[in-house]
């Protein structure tokens, strides 16, 4: 599971890409990540290429939102505020919960809840 500071920090060759690098053959993206992604690329004038790019290496599999996932992304307001979590991190968290699968993220925030939510959380740098 990669949230979008991990998808990024890939795309722009950051600290962490490499251990993002190692999870590209089974990587699931929440649908809101993959608009976060778009957005932030945009905001530092990147050309999108290189995220369509990303979004077609096939080992990536971005999962359309479901009604639970959009329902514990919804219940995860009080705590995401306090953590500061967008609501693209907490329909990551939620696909995460879901699947039960290990979210790998570069925010550090995301440490401090993981536990409460009952989501492995794996930071990247």
Same mark, same amino acid.
């Given at each position: 599971?990669? &949230?979008?500071?991990?998808? %990024?920090?890939? %795309?722009? &060759?950051?600290?962490?890409?490499?251990?993002?690098?190692?999870? #590209? &053959?089974? $990587? @699931?993206? =929440? !649908?809101?990540?993959?608009?976060? +992604?778009?957005? +932030? @690329?945009?905001?530092? !004038?990147?050309?999108?290429?290189?995220?369509?790019?990303?979004?077609?290496?096939?080992?990536? *599999?971005?999962?359309?939102?479901?009604?639970?996932?959009?329902?514990? $992304?919804?219940?995860?307001?009080? @705590?995401?505020?306090?953590?500061?979590? =967008?609501?693209?991190?907490?329909?990551? #968290?939620?696909? $995460?919960?879901?699947?039960?699968?290990?979210?790998?993220?570069? &925010? *550090?925030?995301?440490? *401090?809840?993981?536990?409460?939510?009952?989501?492995?959380?794996? !930071? %990247?740098?």
């Amino acid at each position: 599971m990669l &949230d979008s500071s991990a998808i %990024i920090a890939m %795309i722009l &060759d950051e600290p962490g890409a490499e251990m993002v690098t190692q999870e #590209l &053959d089974n $990587a @699931i993206v =929440s !649908m809101p990540n993959v608009a976060e +992604v778009y957005s +932030v @690329i945009s905001r530092k !004038m990147q050309r999108s290429r290189s995220v369509d790019a990303f979004f077609a290496l096939p080992g990536v *599999k971005p999962v359309p939102l479901s009604f639970e996932q959009a329902r514990m $992304a919804g219940q995860y307001e009080t @705590i995401g505020r306090i953590a500061g979590l =967008s609501l693209g991190d907490r329909c990551c #968290l939620a696909l $995460a919960f879901e699947t039960k699968t290990a979210a790998l993220t570069a &925010d *550090k925030a995301w440490a *401090k809840i993981g536990h409460a939510i009952s989501v492995e959380i794996r !930071m %990247i740098r």
